[in-house]
């Protein structure tokens, strides 16, 4: 598990044809060929915890090779119980203890659990966080507006991941308000 700054986020990404933008935003090189999907996120703890692990391993057949986890934005909601939460379970693993509003974590392929911890706590407290698999076949954004965004770039992937999301709200996103595509 390694903390990275912005620059190294977007190298990472740049590596797996990401491009970080901003505002706080990703979208694929070349993004048209993408599907684009969007999943209401569920009000309880116990739901929002299911679906983030099961963004983490969408198919059987996809293997947990590690995984970036980029917090976007924080602050939203409770100020004093999520930062705290988040700051405690950095240093446990020797991270900074400093919160920023702009911070990933990049997690190897034995890292699956640290990874579900920190996505599920960002999904609990309703902060924005991106979960990118080193892969980068895909990409899901946990929204404090209580969605998950999901761009599928391996056509490969996208039955499975529908598959994954059917026990919640799942629509293709409306394209006049898709912020992942790429910009001119």
């Known amino acids: 598990m390694n903390e990275m700054d912005r620059d190294r986020l977007a190298t990472w990404c740049a590596e797996r044809r990401i491009i970080v933008s901003n505002p706080s935003l990703i979208h694929y090189q070349g993004g048209t060929e993408c599907s684009y999907y ?3 996120l569920p009000e309880s703890y116990d739901g929002r915890v299911a679906i983030s692990r099961a963004v ?4 059987d057949s ?3 090779a590690g995984a970036v986890v980029w917090l976007s934005s924080w602050g ?4 004093v119980v999520g930062p705290t939460l988040y700051e405690q379970l950095r240093l446990s ?3 900074r203890s400093t919160l920023t509003g702009d911070s990933a974590i990049s997690f190897d392929a034995s890292e699956a659990n640290q990874c579900l ?3 599920a706590l960002f999904a609990i407290v309703g902060w924005d966080a991106f979960f990118i698999p080193d892969g980068g076949e895909f990409f899901s954004f946990f929204s404090n507006d209580g969605f998950v965004d ?3 770039r391996e056509r490969s992937l996208e039955t499975s991941l529908l598959n994954v999301f059917r026990p919640w ?3 293709p996103i409306d394209p006049a308000r898709n912020r992942y595509l790429p910009r001119n």
């Open 38 to 40: 969007t999943t209401r």
């Open 56 to 59: 983490l391993a969408p198919v």
């Open 62 to 64: 996809f293997q947990f």
């Open 76 to 79: 939203m909601g409770d100020d």
């Open 93 to 95: 693993y020797g991270l």
């Open 117 to 119: 911890t920190f996505l």
């Open 150 to 152: 999901t761009v599928v």
């Open 169 to 171: 709200e799942t629509a």
